[in-house]
């Protein structure tokens, strides 16, 4: 809710000496019938790079389970099978000195499964149709001189979903189709090397339309935000350096109220080889419901609530973090959380029908922690992360206050172990998931729950094509 997500997607890798055409070809199998296959080109042209990706997924996901009555059973009519399409050119402009980078993308995805619904009242036929198709147009670089860097973006995003289901007393066809037009321009301005600001704003505009039934919503937004980063200089022999970073972020829709969300953090970092830092943040957070959370079409398990109301609360967190020179560099991190939550909105399953509902109060507060080392030079590389969450219900009503929040695991803990050695690699993640209430009450629970999964992988070697 209060976060920044940074995705940077893939390209294409070359060298421009020998202009080398890179790829990779990956196959896998798994339990349940289930085989993917993916690959991935890149090309380095004279005027930019151009890469592309296809994966295709196929499982029938008959995997077995027990019943109420104790009966050993096969899960049917959970398989998918999907088709994901990726293509992107990079163009480089303007001189060495003022670098711009001219990103075009294009994503498909196709896929169609089957939906079964709950176990006590299986569905052998019911499917469900998913196409999706995301355009982006990027153009970042440096303007006016060297102490301002730029991003705009231009993204466009339309999907297409349908569920079929003859086997209920009526039977369901539900379509309906999601369209987005949006623009964000973000800018970075350094004023002397010790401050700088990140400003900005986005404009996005959302249309659903539910073709059964023939209605239509729309939705305005746009929000503008301001985040300062400044280092205030003080060095000495037990603090590096005192950075903070103050920011301010409003939000307008036009179906629901505008919020101003003020943010406040701080970094402390204390010694050079042996590194220590200690941080904190503390500010408001605002969600409006998404489309899918109000107008989802009803059928015979899903429904949306158009009488939600928008999320906000606020926040604080501190942590510290180790980078020491031991174990061929050793991170240590551990974060403490707290968040006091009005009108959270969750789903969840009420007489067999999935809908969104807000929880009038909530406090949620936990511990993250994560690990990385490397015990052997760089042949084994050891990371993992624990997280305790204390999600509770903080509703005045009985049987509801207190209790835990829903489908929210108290432990989560992940082991990776990735072994190399020459072209050979081999990795192995471990996931602990907890048990998980499904009754506002806590009277019933999904069991925790353990995966393990392991791959193996060859690269050999190439002066022309890069294989994998």
Not at 267 to 274: Q, R
Request: glycine letters at 8%.
């Amino acid at each position: 809710v209060g976060g920044v997500i940074n995705i940077i997607t893939k390209s294409g890798h070359y060298d421009d000496q020998k202009k080398i055409i890179s790829g990779s070809i990956k196959y896998t199998i798994g339990s349940f019938n289930s085989a993917s296959f993916e690959n991935q080109v890149g090309f380095h042209l004279p005027f930019g790079e151009l890469s592309g990706s296809y994966k295709l997924l196929e499982s029938k996901g008959e995997f077995p389970y027990t019943d109420y009555y104790g009966k050993k059973q096969i899960r049917q009519n959970a398989g998918i099978s999907s088709q994901d399409y990726y293509l992107k050119f990079s163009m480089p402009t303007g001189d060495s000195l003022y670098n711009r980078l001219l990103d075009l993308s294009y994503k498909h995805y196709a896929s169609e499964r089957g939906a079964p619904g709950s176990v006590d009242d299986l569905y052998k036929f019911a499917t469900m149709w998913d196409r999706t198709n995301q355009y982006n147009l990027t153009y970042s670089g440096k303007i006016f001189n060297l102490f301002n860097d730029y991003r705009l973006q231009i993204y466009r995003h339309d999907s297409w979903n349908q569920y079929f289901n003859n086997e209920t007393l009526v039977a369901v066809d539900t379509r309906f189709t999601v369209l987005t037009n949006g623009l964000e321009a973000q800018m970075k301005t350094i004023f002397i090397p010790q401050v700088s600001l990140t400003y900005g704003f986005g404009l996005r505009s959302d249309q659903m339309e539910d073709i059964q039934i023939d209605s239509l919503h729309r939705r305005l937004s746009w929000y503008g935000f301001l985040v300062n980063e400044s280092n205030l200089g003080i060095s000495n022999n037990f603090i590096r350096s005192v950075v903070i970073v103050p920011s301010l972020r409003y939000d307008h829709t036009s179906d629901y109220s505008s919020k101003l969300s003020p943010k406040f953090g701080a970094v402390f970092n204390f010694g050079k080889a042996w590194q220590t830092s200690l941080k904190f943040n503390i500010g408001r957070s605002y969600r409006a419901p998404t489309f899918n959370d109000l107008y989802w079409p009803a059928d015979a398990w899903t429904c949306g609530n158009p009488d939600l109301k928008a999320e906000s609360g606020w926040d604080y967190d501190t942590g510290l973090r180790f980078q020491f020179p031991i174990l061929s560099g050793l991170y240590l991190e551990s974060t403490y959380f707290h968040n006091q939550m009005d009108g959270l909105i969750i789903w969840k399953e009420v007489n067999g029908i999935w809908s969104p509902e807000n929880v009038d109060k909530a406090l949620i507060q936990g511990f993250e922690n994560g690990l990385n080392f490397k015990p052997f030079g760089q042949f084994l590389t050891v990371s993992g992360n624990y997280s305790y969450l204390d999600a509770r219900n903080k509703t005045r009503q009985p049987n509801v206050y207190n209790k835990r929040l829903v489908y929210r695991p108290c432990h989560n803990a992940n082991l990776n172990l990735n072994f190399s050695w020459s072209q050979l690699t081999l990795n192995y993640q471990y996931n602990y998931t907890g048990l998980r209430y499904i009754t506002n009450a806590n009277t019933d629970y999904l069991p925790k729950y353990q995966t393990s999964d392991m791959t193996f992988s060859y690269r050999p070697k190439s002066d022309s094509v890069d294989l994998l």
